[in-house]
């Protein structure tokens, strides 16, 4: 085999490598504004900023991302949203999600990656006001 052909393996191999991570690194993005969209839903107010930047950092969501997602929504449909099932190879975002809850939380509530977000949010406000008096 020639130096020209192993070269041309060589480089070939690494375009397609350069392709599949160019496509991937932008795959959540994709589901997350094909089923959630842009818009930022009117239900969140500013007191429930901070609970969505948890979430965003957990989920490694851009900043002010979540605010598009419904409030009915919950953190294990974002997680699939995130990761479609033949995709999903750990649970790292649920964990820091769930994380970041005990540290603001005293308690947590039961099942919580299929409680709405809304509900969640509550509790981290209510959690806030109490530290806060």
């Not at 995130?82 to 999903?88: D, F, S």
């Amino acid at each position: 085999m020639s130096g020209t052909r192993i070269l041309s393996y060589i480089l070939c191999i690494m375009l397609c490598v350069a392709l599949i991570y160019i496509w991937n690194r932008g795959a959540q993005r994709r589901r997350f504004t094909r089923v959630f969209g842009r818009q930022s839903n009117p239900a969140w107010t500013p007191e429930n900023i901070p609970f969505l930047a948890a979430l965003e950092t957990a989920y490694g969501l851009r900043r002010g991302q979540a605010r598009a997602l419904p409030p009915e929504t919950t953190p294990m449909a974002l997680y699939l949203t995130l990761y479609p099932t033949h995709c999903i190879y750990d649970n790292a975002e649920n964990d820091r999600f769930i994380a970041a809850l005990k540290t603001h939380l005293s308690k947590l509530p039961n099942e919580v990656l299929t409680q709405p977000l809304a509900q969640l949010a509550r509790a981290w406000q209510q959690a806030a006001d109490v530290s806060a008096k």
